[in-house]
Antibody, heavy 120, light 108 residues
Framework: QLQLQESGPGLVKPSETLSLTCTVS?????????WGWIRQPPGKGLEWIGS???????YFNPSLKSRVTISVDTSKNQISLKLTSVTAADTSMYYC?????????????WGQGTLVTVSS | EIVLTQSPATLSLSPGERASLSCGAS???????LAWYQQKPGLAPSLLIY???NRAIGIPDRFSGSGSGTDFTLTISRLEPEDFAVYYC?????????FGQGTRLEIK
């Protein structure tokens, strides 16, 4: 069964870079699926950050595009997220996801999420 | 980007009743690429419906989705206690993927 597990620092200082990793088990990321990141501030709604195919094709939310990097490491079966110049507004639960298949399908599998707090 | 507006913000109903949740889009959702998710406290969202009307694997048939264009509805025919949660609609036909603000379904 496919499992996605997010990991990374739970506390990041303002202006620094948030870095998260999603480790996939029960399946290979080197398949014809899109993988992505979605976040949710505490008590608020969901925001799509971006999605990536193992070939490197990526899509980003324009509201975050200038600060976001999403990449894949096929040797480790991992997807990573980097968000630069963070502020308190970036405090959120960050979820790793896998689309049903292509970008024109919804995120189907979700990790349990990891809470990142931006604070000095 | 496509803005999704869900109504009502909160819906108070009793077990056994029928629930209708609405999702309106600011422009046509391409190919009705619209999904519904359920989120319970402390958990990740769970996919219920995709392509506006297709139930995801393992989803009970009391959940149904309908609509096209800019107006979509999630219907729960007979509420079970485990159905009380927050529901989000999402469109994935046009980038960026966007979500509605959610409808909280609470026990009356």
């Amino acid at each position: 069964q496919l499992q996605l597990q997010e990991s990374g620092p739970g506390l990041v200082k303002p202006s620094e870079t948030l870095s998260l990793t999603c480790t996939v088990s029960g399946g290979s990321i080197s398949t014809n699926y899109y993988w992505g990141w979605i976040r949710q501030p505490p008590g608020k709604g969901l925001e799509w950050i971006g999605s990536i195919h193992y070939s490197g094709n990526t899509y980003f939310n324009p509201s975050l595009k200038s600060r976001v990097t999403i990449s894949v490491d096929t040797s480790k079966n991992q997807i990573s997220l980097k968000l630069t110049s963070v502020t308190a507004a970036d405090t959120s639960m960050y979820y790793c996801t896998r689309h049903l298949t292509t970008m024109l399908t919804p995120p189907w599998y979700w990790g349990q999420g990891t809470l990142v707090t931006v604070s000095s | 980007e496509i803005v999704l507006t869900q109504s009502p913000a909160t819906l108070s109903l009793s077990p056994g009743e029928r629930a209708s949740l609405s999702c309106g889009a600011s422009q046509t959702v391409f190919s009705s690429y619209l999904a519904w998710y359920q989120q319970k406290p402390g958990l990740a969202p769970s996919l219920l419906i995709y392509d506006a009307s297709n139930r995801a694997i393992g989803i009970p048939d009391r959940f149904s989705g309908s609509g096209s264009g800019t107006d979509f509805t999630l219907t729960i025919s007979r509420l079970e206690p485990e159905d009380f949660a927050v529901y989000y609609c999402q469109q994935y036909g046009t980038s960026p993927i966007t979500f509605g603000q959610g409808t909280r379904l609470e026990i009356k």
